[in-house]
Nanobody, 124 residues
Framework: QVQLAESGGGLVQAGGSLRLSCAAS????????MGWFRQAPGKEREFVAA????????QYADSVKGRFTIFRNNARNTVSLQMNKLIPEDTAVYYC???WGAGLWVGVEDYDDWGRGTQVTVSS
């Protein structure tokens, strides 16, 4: 099991940028595939981005492709999400998630461990 803690959320104007970070502790972080998900009020949690335990390949939701970048630092036990050109529709609570082992995973049900989330609000 791995413990995850997100940070970096906040309020930003449309067109702005934020970088979310997720710090992991516990079991060997380098053995986990990682993902970012988000949940807006009244909506289901949805996939945003994912990468393998080695840092690549990566996969993105169509709605964020070209604007968001996921990357990790296994030496520092962190995974980050750089979000550029933010739009109001990106407003949500953002969660990082971990799945032990190889592969690239995009389903909520695929992941075993979750952080508590960080709020991102994009004003128009």
């Amino acid at each position: 099991q791995v413990q995850l803690a997100e940070s970096g959320g906040g309020l930003v104007q449309a067109g702005g940028s934020l970088r979310l970070s997720c710090a992991a502790s516990g079991r060997a972080f380098s053995g986990y595939a990682m993902g970012w998900f988000r949940q807006a009020p009244g909506k289901e949690r949805e996939f945003v981005a994912a990468l393998t335990k080695n840092g690549g390949p990566t996969q993105y939701a169509d709605s964020v492709k070209g604007r968001f970048t996921i990357f990790r630092n296994n030496a520092r036990n962190t995974v980050s999400l750089q979000m550029n050109k933010l739009i109001p529709e990106d407003t949500a609570v953002y969660y990082c998630a971990a799945k032990w082992g190889a592969g690239l995973w995009v389903g909520v049900e695929d992941y075993d461990d979750w952080g508590r989330g960080t709020q991102v609000t994009v004003s128009s």
